[in-house]
């Protein structure tokens, strides 16, 4: 539950705030739909870029929400996590999947996108991780975040790649997207190497999620930063 008393965003921000979240839910929803028009469903939701961005929507949607009603927002927890989410989202296709220089690139597919999947490529991996840190930076109360959700916040990752490798292991050899991601590949790199590439990105997710805890921390206190400091769950 959602600590009461928690203060009510300051009029002057209020709807700028309300209509900033709302966009950002809006990119993510626009993008999951695209995807789903012109993908198939299943193999759509299975990719960890959608799990996060309809976590983006729902968060971001219903913090909007609640600033408008000037109700408590959603807990540090929930948006700390979902802007580590989402920007582990982002980084990971700009620096790895779409690096001519990664070993894991994959550059000719994404060559082969256009029209409403290019948009909604970039409303996925791009204009949400960049709304969220712009939240994050001028919208979002500081000081509301603990070095401990760093641990807790890979819980997440951690689930989605066991999801991923056992999805691959029951589907046949062939099978389009059978492993979503090329570096959690088991067919073709072992489960010794995906291992090691899931800890290598576990680690570097961990930094991450610090160093928002960090930033968080030594960001200047602003009265007109509108999310309040409330704890627990997301209702």
Not at 43 to 70: E, K, M, P, Q
Not at 191 to 199: E, P, T
């Amino acid at each position: 539950m959602i600590t009461p008393g928690a203060p009510a965003a300051p009029g002057a921000l209020r709807l700028p705030t309300v209509a900033f979240r709302a966009l950002i839910a809006a990119a993510a929803v626009t993008g999951l739909v695209i995807e789903c028009v012109y993908g198939s469903v299943p193999v759509v939701l299975s990719f960890f870029t959608i799990w996060t961005n309809i976590l983006v929507a729902v968060v971001f949607g219903l913090s909007a929400y609640r600033v408008h009603r000037r109700e408590p927002d959603v807990a540090p927890f929930w948006r700390g996590g979902v802007l580590l989410f989402i920007l582990i989202t982002g980084l990971v296709f700009h620096l790895v999947l779409a690096n001519p220089s990664s070993p894991f690139n994959v550059l000719e597919d994404l060559d082969k996108l256009s029209g409403a999947k290019a948009v909604s490529n970039q409303l996925l991996h791009t204009v949400t991780p960049v709304g969220a840190v712009l939240d994050f930076l001028f919208l979002t109360a500081p000081r509301t975040l603990r070095p401990r959700y760093a641990a807790q916040w890979l819980a997440y990752p951690l689930l989605y790649v066991a999801f991923a490798l056992t999805r691959g292991a029951l589907l046949s050899p062939g099978v389009p997207s059978r492993y979503t991601y090329p570096f959690i590949d088991a067919a073709q790199y072992g489960y010794a190497r995906v291992a090691l590439n899931a800890a290598v990105l576990g680690l570097a997710f961990y930094a991450i999620g610090l160093a928002l805890v960090a930033a968080d921390r030594y960001r200047p206190p602003r009265e007109n930063r509108i999310s309040s400091p409330a704890e627990g769950p997301l209702k």
